[in-house]
């Protein structure tokens, strides 16, 4: 089996480029282009959602890419690469990685069988994208290359914190082989540093970076807090 757990030889940061239809950002080369700025600065890594902004980064960045496609499914609760044709396009858009959901919901631990599968059999590692330390346990016996914490505070039954998911994250190092990425309300390069020392073996920050309009907001939060206060 091709050694997938050197796709990131070396610990560092990956940054989620992604803008929904909805955003402002959505469209044309901007995407990209902010994932050129991320490896310029640094960045060991991008993770970014749909066909066209997966292949497009590819063209241009040498860094491994992690994609996903982020699709509503009429009656499920399902959001990340959610059905088998997602991460054919996934593969076929040039990713090196393919992120799916791996939580316990709607049957989804067997449901997501032939995908890792099928991402596999094309040479393309899978990370899980999971909410609880369970999930995690049970996406390493379904044979994927890396788990993410994504999804902690995005299920109903995960931990619901404005902070990231520390917890989950130590208990995941503490007990998976398989590498373990930090991702979720990763908001400070300090909470990046403790990510690294809970064990992760890569920090994925998106909205703290990559997403104005979530920056924006927080800080007109903050400073409308301190307005009324003053009242």
Known sequence: MKDFNRIFPEKGLIVSCQA????????????????????ESGAIGIRTNGVFDIHSIKQVVKVPVIGLIKRDMPGSEIFITPTIQEVIA?????????????????????????????????G?????????????????????????TTLSGYTS????????????????????????????????PEDAVRAIRCGAANVVVGSAITRPQLITARYVAALSTFFSSEH
């Open 157 to 188: 039954y995960s931990t619901q914190s404005e902070e990231p998911d520390f917890e989950l994250l130590q208990q995941l190092c503490e007990t998976v082989k398989v590498p373990v990425i930090a991702e979720g309300r990763i908001w400070t």
């Open 90 to 122: 996934i593969v076929s858009a040039g990713a090196d990685v393919v992120a799916l959901d791996v939580t316990d919901r709607e049957g989804r631990l067997e449901a997501v069988k032939p995908l890792i599968e099928y991402a596999h059999s094309a």
């Open 20 to 39: 929904l239809e909805h955003e402002p950002l959505h469209g044309g080369d901007t995407i990209t282009k902010m994932a050129i700025a991320a490896i």
């Open 124 to 148: 393309v590692a899978v990370m899980a994208d999971v909410s609880t330390y369970e999930e995690g346990i049970a996406a390493e016996k379904l044979g994927v290359d890396f788990i993410g």
